[in-house]
């Protein structure tokens, strides 16, 4: 709290002898100890100030007094006051000041540091007077003994407030450790009758817990008896299930068995009918040669017919042999060249007969893989760009690459420009018996064995099997092979170019 003649800030200390200075008959100014401009700030003035200079205190609080100054006003003497107050020291001087109605006085000064009780300066004091009035040496003499005296009384009343604050401080403190005391002995309190009730609470759940045990007991001995009637039940049933297991063993002995003679009896049967379906097509290539251009519709449909006839054959026995587990693959270096125009001779005969294009890309690349059944992946998947092409084109080809384990490759392409697979399509391609567009089931295009043999012995020969298609514009399968140990060395000179 301040009254009207300054001071407001709660922690100024000559508020306490606010009432003295303002009985004063000389103005009195107090400020801050900030010298550096715009210069220190008042802090405070008593009455004699207003009548002095016309200023309220409400209208210099806050504002440096340097604003009464006015052109007379002598910057060496404000300079050599500045300098005292630095070096710690009073200041006297005379300067040109400029009352509030804008009239000039000449005004004495006499400023001190005003020290607080650590001992340190905490403000500056300024008594101020009107050389017209009483200027002899005796008056300044006694301004200056008025401010000492105040100076005192500051002290000694500072020195008394600093005591009681210490009595107070220590007060206190011993009431806040007589709080933590009370609060203890609360806590101890609340804790033994905690421990007290948690003991009630334990008799009487331990009363509980000994008349629910005595029924627990009961209903255990019950579950006993009821657990040695289930295991003997589940003895006998172990029993049965041994039976039961031993014959099935047995029976699938018999399967086992059974499915060798089968797979005798299919293999009989394979090499029975091969010799008349290459028969058959060693007619239909000398009819090819003998027959008129207006029966080559028929003799076509023929040659499809037996591309059916044998490719299901091959299904039906690599089937039997991959169910059985009888397919034992044979892994060697197999020039690509001599397989590749075997597959030409035969393919390109099935493709004009069809109105296609058939080209076979050249390929130099020696691979390593079982050469009857890698070559019966290439036949089905031909094949199987033979029955969906109408028209256009069908390329066999292969690119060196690098495989799914580093390895270096050739990846054997069949590109077509059947209809194509659309995204959803290509998840179950490879599955038995799926066939697409062939709802009817077109038996020319046989019954879905094709794609699975070939995904099916590609796992049994560790190659990678790979789909891109485009709907309505064609589709691109491969088979990635390794290449022979000589090849891969040499890879280098022609990654990436097609022909091997």
């Keep these: 709290m301040s009254d009207a003649h300054g001071l407001k800030e709660p922690k100024a200390k000559p508020l306490i002898v606010q009432p003295i200075w303002d009985r004063l008959d000389h103005a009195v100014i107090v400020t801050d100890l900030n010298l550096a401009a715009p210069g220190p700030t008042i802090r405070y003035v008593n009455r004699a100030f207003t009548r002095l200079t016309g200023y309220r205190a409400d209208e210099v609080i806050g504002r440096s007094p340097r604003f009464m100054h006015c052109p007379r006003t002598d910057k060496v003497v404000a300079a050599a006051i500045k300098r005292d107050l630095l070096e710690g020291e009073y200041a006297r001087g005379t300067l040109v000041n400029r009352r509030k109605d804008g009239s000039e006085y000449l005004c004495a000064l006499v400023i001190t540091p005003l020290i607080g009780p650590s001992g340190e300066t905490e403000h500056f004091i300024c008594v101020a007077g009107d050389l017209k009035e009483d200027c002899s040496p005796s008056a300044v003499q006694r301004l200056y003994d008025e401010l ?118 299919l293999g009989s049967a394979s090499h029975d009918l091969r010799q008349p379906v290459m028969s058959m097509g060693l007619f239909l290539d000398v009819l090819r040669h003998r027959m008129g251009d207006g029966d080559q519709p028929i003799l076509g449909g023929l040659l499809a017919a037996h591309l059916s006839i044998r490719t299901l054959l091959d299904g039906m026995l690599d089937t039997a042999r991959l169910d059985a587990g009888a397919l034992d693959p044979m892994i060697e270096s197999l020039p690509m060249r001599d397989m590749l125009e075997a597959i030409e001779g035969e393919f390109t005969i099935q493709a004009e007969m069809r109105g296609l294009r058939f080209r076979v890309v050249p390929c130099r690349a020696v691979v390593l893989s079982d050469a009857q059944l890698l070559e019966r992946i290439l036949r089905n998947l031909l094949a199987n760009a033979l029955k969906y092409t109408n028209s256009g084109s069908i390329l066999l080809g292969g690119r060196r690459c690098r495989d799914g384990k580093g390895r270096s490759s050739l990846r054997i392409e069949v590109w077509d420009t059947g209809p194509g697979i659309d995204e959803r399509s290509q998840t179950f391609i490879f599955e038995e018996f799926r066939q697409l567009g062939n709802r009817n089931r077109d038996q020319r295009r046989g019954v879905g064995l094709g794609l699975a043999i070939v995904a099916r012995l590609a796992r049994q020969l560790d190659h990678e099997i790979g789909l891109r298609s485009w709907p309505d514009r064609g589709s691109v399968f491969s088979i990635t092979v390794p290449l022979a140990p000589s090849v891969a060395a040499n890879r280098g000179k022609s990654v990436g170019k097609r022909g091997g």
């Design 148 to 265: 000492e005296q105040a100076q005192t009384l500051v002290e000694d009343l500072e020195r008394r407030q600093q005591e009681a604050n210490e009595t107070i401080a220590q007060l206190r403190k011993e009431l806040r450790t007589a709080n933590g005391r009370y609060r203890e002995t609360l806590a101890q309190l609340d804790a033994v009758q905690e421990r007290l009730s948690l003991r009630e609470n334990a008799l009487d759940h331990s009363n509980q817990e000994f008349d629910r045990s005595d029924t627990e007991l009961q209903a255990s001995l019950e579950e006993l008896r009821a657990m040695d009637e289930e295991l003997r039940l589940s003895l006998e049933q172990v029993e049965e299930a041994n039976a039961h297991l031993a014959r099935s063993n047995e029976e699938l002995q018999r399967l086992r068995a059974s499915d060798a003679d089968k797979l005798q009896l």
